[in-house]
């Protein structure tokens, strides 16, 4: 059983947005940084984004800067991930993981739990 869950993928039109949300009945995440991550079928994955335990520090790559936006919401015990103008190369599966640490220009430091994904597709 994963430790966390994502949501919101699916398919969308180049230019389009998506909401992603990570959350978890097992641990709380206000305790965690939680970072975001995507891979392509055979590909390396990367990090695209990450949050500090208490929100306060945040990190982005830069392939996603000004696009994406990572948030949490303590009542709900989730992360969420609201991405904008979409594009063709955003196509991936989409995972969030907790860890220690969310450093600038570092990202996620201290992975522990991961989700099982959610799928994101972007084309007309």
């Known amino acids: 059983q994963s430790q966390l869950v994502e949501s919101g993928g699916g398919l969308v039109q180049p230019g389009g947005s998506l909401r992603l949300s990570c959350t978890s009945s097992l641990i709380s995440l206000d305790s965690y940084a939680v970072g975001w991550f995507r891979q392509v079928p055979g590909k390396e994955g990367e990090e695209i984004s990450c949050?500090?335990?208490?929100?306060?520090?945040?990190n982005y790559v830069d392939s996603v800067k000004g696009r994406v936006t990572i948030s949490k919401d303590y009542t709900k015990n989730s992360v969420y991930l609201q991405m904008d103008g979409l594009k063709p190369e955003d196509t991936a599966i989409y995972f969030c993981a907790s860890g220690i640490l969310c450093l600038l220009n570092r990202g996620l430091r201290g992975t522990e739990h991961w989700g099982n994904g959610t799928p994101v597709t972007v084309s007309s």
């Open positions: 949050i500090s335990p208490r929100g306060s520090a945040t």
